[in-house]
Nanobody
Framework: VQVVESGGGLAQPGGSLNLSCTAS????????MGWYRQPPGKQRWLAAV?????????VDAVKGRFTISKDSSQDTMTVLLQMKNLKPEDTAVYYC?????????WGQGTQVTVSS
């Protein structure tokens, strides 16, 4: 599975940004797709996940502000992360990951910076 992210950039506190991730290849095997984030100097951790049945889950730090959704076709799966009421602590490199039974495939990452 190939994973490509887009979106991100610079936003002011309280602003919004959208991230998009498209998986291609053997997308029928994908069990879940998640958005991870890695703040400067810190470890990468899961922020939001959506499963193949549509079930979603969020880390407490983003609940109520981030929304994850997906759209699937025969050949691709696209996951959107809508981020609202952004805070400086949301600044991080955001990575998309596709989880399949025997592998996890990662995108290259996209920078999100929240600053006034």
């Amino acid at each position: 599975v190939q994973v490509v992210e887009s979106g991100g950039g610079l936003a002011q506190p309280g602003g919004s940004l959208n991230l998009s991730c498209t998986a291609s290849g053997t997308v029928f095997s994908i069990r879940a797709m998640g958005w991870y984030r890695q703040p400067p100097g810190k470890q990468r951790w899961l922020a939001a996940v959506i499963h193949s049945d549509g079930y979603t889950d969020y880390v407490d730090a983003v609940k109520g502000r981030f929304t994850i959704s997906k759209d699937s076709s025969q050949d691709t799966m696209t996951v959107l992360l809508q981020m609202k009421n952004l805070k400086p602590e949301d600044t991080a490199v955001y990575y998309c990951m596709a989880d399949s039974p025997h592998t996890q495939d990662w995108g290259q990452g996209t920078q999100v910076t929240v600053s006034s």
